[in-house]
């Protein structure tokens, strides 16, 4: 590593140590109330394993529609510390069209992370989703669609519109043309 990637890495490092301090001694302060040990989480690896699960995985994908999720890690974010929801469980609301889900060429999947806010999927990103063809295209194409610019927005693209206008009637017609698209 050279001389200002090592310093970068130092900043980094006393930075997230900075803001993790307070926070895990709140949470470490929250289980001891509740009568939770480390121990009982699986122990410090455990939780640490827990924290980084929530980071996102980089893919050459990362430029145009932003980072992912495995379904690993979904199963560790979505749940609580300590237990997880199922792999069974991210693909029922993959299905029911309430996450949406990317299939690699290796058959696994990942997940955008546009669509959630902290350990939760956005409403308003499902409320998207709900409009638009996820039946007839394959996630990467709703991806796509939602993370690039558009003219009947303004330039801006959907997930831009929805941060800024809400899912407004201007947004539910370019996902409408989209659908009609899908129909042909």
Same mark, same amino acid.
């Given at each position: ?6 310093? &970068? ?44 699960? &929530?980071?996102?995985? %980089? ?52 997940? %955008? ?29 709703? &991806? &796509? ?40």
């Amino acid at each position: 590593m050279g001389t200002m990637a090592a310093g &970068a890495a130092a900043q980094l490092d006393e930075r997230l140590g900075e803001a993790l301090r307070p926070r895990v001694r709140a949470y470490l302060a929250r289980l001891d109330r509740a009568g939770v040990s480390v121990a009982d989480l699986g122990g410090v690896e455990a939780l640490v394993d827990y924290m980084v699960s &929530a980071l996102p995985t %980089p893919d050459v994908w990362n430029d145009r529609i932003g980072p992912f999720y495995t379904t690993g890690q979904l199963t560790r974010m979505l749940g609580v510390p300590g237990e997880q929801i199922t792999g069974v469980a991210v693909r029922d609301r993959r299905d029911r069209g309430t996450l949406l889900g990317c299939r690699t060429a290796d058959g696994k999947w990942v997940y %955008p992370t546009f669509q959630f806010r902290g350990r939760r999927v956005r409403d308003d990103v499902i409320g998207l989703l709900r409009q638009l063809p996820t039946d007839r295209f394959d996630g990467w194409t709703v &991806a &796509a669609w939602i993370t690039g610019p558009r003219r009947d927005l303004d330039g801006a693209s959907p997930l831009r519109w929805l941060d800024t206008h809400g899912l407004d009637d201007r947004l539910r017609q370019a996902a409408s043309r989209f659908r009609s698209r899908a129909a042909a």
